[in-house]
């Protein structure tokens, strides 16, 4: 016993408390957690049996009610829709600011900075301040767009079925591009200068010299910024929250904020904890790769 | 010359760019009256300042405070289990600690969203409930601890190990080298990375909405949410609302700017 003191006190047993108390919490509050979820989605989980310890088990009845819900399917293709869209626009604009931003002039790396401004106000706040200017009658981008003649009539960013699913994507890329562009900034800033002024003398033109050199040199970094991408991206729900809850109709719901709506609205935590299960699995095996990637580079 | 033009580009991209908040602002200082005037002005013509009247109609000091308490308790927890593993993940390289530094990075991704059906039934069960704003701290320094390790890791990496070894040297333990030589040599670090931590708490959204049920004990977030309602028509409110709500976010946020750009550059791609 005093030798375990000793070494928690003066040796390796000290690094290896500090770690593990920090594990330990993580994992009482995120990894059991995750677990009980696992569990919960095979049981029959209601208000009644809410507080009771032995809840009784379905096997998997609430999957099934679940991929026979006729709301799954668009649900999740409005899912993989919110994904692809967000990330491919996030890396676009933040690729070619990093880019513009990567050129030698004055305040050039300070004025990039205040992009984060968008990153660091809460997302329900954003998405309130979204809301007002995708109004379709006194909206700001409806006078905006009709007044350079992109448009002729109101459009009705919100409750249009057909539209709100993209004006919540287009709130989120708006969110995600600083993050996106400083990361890449990053990546930009690890190629070596001499490398281009080479490149320049041998007669590569800026195209050349974008598409055989940045880009390759770029690769581990793009990857990395869209796994962190889907992450983010899968973690998006004030947005959903505040600009449509969903709606209307569902058409602009995603797994996310549904899993929290079946749960927390309509009190159906069975279904709510079985959608969670499916959507954390996803995102585990994204990270997995991601983490795995990184590691390798760290070691090579 | 180039330059100039280059700066003038670069000014109008985050012109462009920042237009959102621009708006916000100008809204919150544009009368009602004006506020649904179409075309819309860009300029307030007569403009008022209904600061106090929102701050003490829609009980901000009620919403804000609870925020405060939230962020400050999750910062609190974060910093004192973090600093530690931070510490120890930069220092020590072994199986054991790759395995440890895997499983933060892992608990890093979980989406609060889905997190919230779990963790409301367990807490629930082990009557946390009751005690709404300690369960949203709880909850959210699990979101936020991986973070903070991250970000305070890569600074404990670039102390030199030999200034800790001099103070073993002469006598000190490992506590006290730690506390006394490590921790004060990587205090930027743990501020900024704390800062960031307590900003994003103070705009948590999901476990306030999910944990806390009663009125006086919500967070600034959920009252912005309540105020918005599903027909609301209060914009000139709601913007004087997000303003006095974001404003400190943002000044801290300006004061703070390099730091927390550099702190988040280095930290995130490791």
């Known amino acids: 016993m005093s030798s375990i003191f000793r070494s928690a006190h003066d040796g390796r047993g000290f690094d290896i408390a500090l770690a593990l108390l920090a594990l330990a919490y993580l994992l009482v509050f995120s990894a059991f957690p995750l677990v009980y979820n696992i569990l919960m989605s095979f049981q029959e989980v209601d208000m009644f049996s809410l507080a009771s310890l032995s809840r009784p088990f379905v096997g998997l009845a609430n999957y099934m009610t679940l991929f026979a819900n006729p709301d799954f399917w668009p649900i999740m293709g409005n899912t993989a829709l919110f994904v692809v869209l967000c990330i491919t626009f996030q890396l676009l604009f933040g690729f070619g600011l990093a880019l513009f931003f990567q050129q030698d002039f004055f305040g050039a790396s300070y004025l990039r900075g205040f992009f984060l401004a968008a990153w660091i106000i809460p997302a329900l706040v954003a998405g309130a301040v979204w809301k007002w200017i995708f109004a379709g009658d006194a909206g700001v981008l409806n006078y905006l767009l009709s007044s350079v003649g992109l448009i002729d009539q109101k459009i009705f960013w919100l409750s249009n079925p057909a539209i709100s699913l993209y004006s919540v994507i287009i709130a989120n890329i708006w969110l995600g591009i600083p993050f996106n562009m400083i990361l890449l900034s990053v990546g930009l800033a690890g190629i070596p200068k001499d490398m281009y002024e080479a490149a320049a003398l041998d007669g590569a033109g800026p195209w050349k010299r974008f598409f055989f050199m940045t880009l390759p040199m770029m690769r581990s970094t793009l990857g990395a910024v869209i796994s962190l991408g889907i992450i983010f991206t899968l973690q998006q729900f004030d947005l959903f929250a505040s600009l449509t809850q969903g709606g209307p109709a569902n058409a602009s719901n995603v797994a996310q904020y549904w899993s929290w709506q079946l749960s927390f609205q309509t009190y159906d935590i069975a279904s709510g904890s079985a959608v969670s299960v499916l959507m954390l699995g996803f995102v585990i095996v994204v990270a997995f790769i991601y983490v795995r990637s990184t590691r390798h580079e760290y070691s090579a | 010359m ?134 949203v701290v709880l909850a959210q320094s699990a979101k936020v601890l991986p973070l903070f390790i991250v970000l305070c890791r890569t600074s404990f990496m670039q102390i030199p190990k030999e200034l800790e070894e001099a103070a073993r040297v002469d006598g000190a333990s490992r506590l006290g080298a730690f506390l006394r030589i490590a921790v004060p040599l990587a205090r930027n670090g743990i501020l900024v990375t704390s800062v960031l931590i307590f900003l994003q708490s103070f705009g948590e959204y999901v476990y306030s909405r999910s944990l806390i049920s009663q009125e006086d004990l919500q967070t600034a977030t959920v009252g912005l949410m309540n105020f918005m309602g599903p027909n609301t028509t209060d914009w000139n409110g709601i913007m004087t609302y997000a303003v006095i709500y974001v404003t400190p976010i943002l000044i801290v946020f300006m004061l703070l700017q390099r730091k927390i750009v550099s702190g988040l550059t280095a930290g995130a791609l490791k």
């Open chain 2, 2 to 135: 180039k330059r100039y033009v280059l700066f003038v580009v670069a000014l109008c991209f985050l012109a462009i760019y920042l237009f959102p908040l621009y708006w916000m602002y100008l809204t919150a200082f544009k009368p009602s009256s004006e506020t649904f005037t179409y075309p819309p002005t860009f300029w307030p013509t007569h403009p008022q300042f209904n600061f106090v009247q929102t701050f003490i109609d829609k009980k901000m000091d009620v919403y804000l405070w609870n925020s405060m308490v939230i962020a400050v308790g999750t910062t609190i927890i974060a910093a004192l289990i973090g600093t530690g593993c931070a510490y120890a993940l930069a220092r020590v390289r072994s199986l054991g600690m790759d395995i440890v530094l895997f499983l933060v990075l892992m608990m890093q991704v979980l989406p609060p969203s889905l997190m919230a059906t779990p963790i409301f039934v367990l807490f629930n069960q082990v009557g946390l409930i009751a005690t709404p704003r300690f369960a």
